[in-house]
């Protein structure tokens, strides 16, 4: 469950490649090859499908107010007739005057639903939590381990998220503790799981200078595993498609491998 392969251009006809005997279903003259690795897992596709549904809306609604920080009905009916909304069009004129070409701009600004809270056992399983207390207890109790001022943020600009790998010179890693504390010893806010849950959930609002990246983390949030140890999450591009995976604090963090940053006001 730790490493979920997903891409909005994916259909539900595909799935994981997993193998398995197939059979055959001839209708109107055409074989059809039916198998396991044909089949999605519903729930996990359904659950994703709803996510980006939300998503939708509410840049819609964000539209409503600003049409350059979010989606139009324009936009909408482009993606029904499964054209892109963003491509370059020419604005119709008067015949008397020379066209204009204008090019809608994608929207930067990624609204957060704060309504809802970051479930680590959709992700991870039974057991995992967010981290509670100081990070030489065992985690499960006091105030959970977030930083305070990203929970208060419902809407993030991507434009302004800036990466940090918080190394010095020379240094080619550093030891996830000691990097937490230079993180959090920097006035900059760190993106939390539910910006990576977001994202997650819809895609094409990842920053696309990104997919050069090693690791893009999120030390928001620090998280407990069932054993007691403390984890971040972190998103990464590989082969054409976005992945999520989660990273030990008591492991090394190399250069490649940032934190997801936005300057505080």
């Known amino acids: 469950m730790n490493n979920f392969e997903s891409s909005l251009e994916t259909t539900p ?24 690795d044909l089949t999605p897992d519903w729930e996990k596709w359904l659950d994703k499908e709803d ?29 029904v007739e499964h054209r892109n909304p963003f491509e370059t069009k020419v604005a119709v004129q008067k015949p008397t005057r020379t066209p204009a070409i204008t090019k809608p701009t994608l929207p930067q600004i990624l609204a957060v639903d704060r309504s809802r809270k970051f479930d680590p056992v959709l992700f991870f ?5 967010i981290w509670r207390g100081s990070a030489d207890g065992l985690g499960l109790e006091g105030e959970e381990d977030e930083d305070q001022r990203v929970l208060a943020l419902t ?8 990466l ?6 020379r240094e080619g890693e550093v030891q996830g503790e ?3 504390r230079r993180l959090k010893a920097l006035a900059d806010i760190r ?7 977001t994202l997650w959930e819809i895609m094409v609002l990842i920053p696309k200078s990104w997919r050069r990246v090693g690791r ?24 054409g498609l976005w992945y999520w995976n989660y990273s030990p604090l008591s492991g090394g963090f190399y250069t490649p491998w940032p934190s997801a940053l936005l300057t505080a006001a």
Not at 192 to 197: E, I, R, S
Not at 227 to 232: D, K, L, Q, W
């Open 125 to 129: 399983g039974v057991n995992w939590t």
């Open 51 to 79: 996510g980006i549904i939300r998503e939708i809306r509410r840049q819609f609604r964000l539209g409503l107010k600003d049409p350059g920080k979010g989606l139009t009905l324009d936009h909408g009916q482009t993606f």
């Open 191 to 197: 993106l939390d799981a539910l910006v990576f849950q």
């Open 178 to 180: 000691e990097r937490l």
């Open 155 to 162: 809407q993030i600009d991507l434009a302004e998220v800036r």
């Open 216 to 239: 893009v983390c999120f030390d928001g949030t620090i998280l407990r595993s069932p054993g007691g140890r403390r984890y971040v999450l972190y998103l990464y591009f590989s082969g």
């Open 164 to 169: 940090e790998n918080t190394l010095r010179r």
């Open 13 to 36: 006809t595909k799935s994981g490649g997993q193998t398995g005997q197939s059979k055959e279903d001839t209708a109107m003259g055409e074989t059809k090859v039916v198998g396991p």
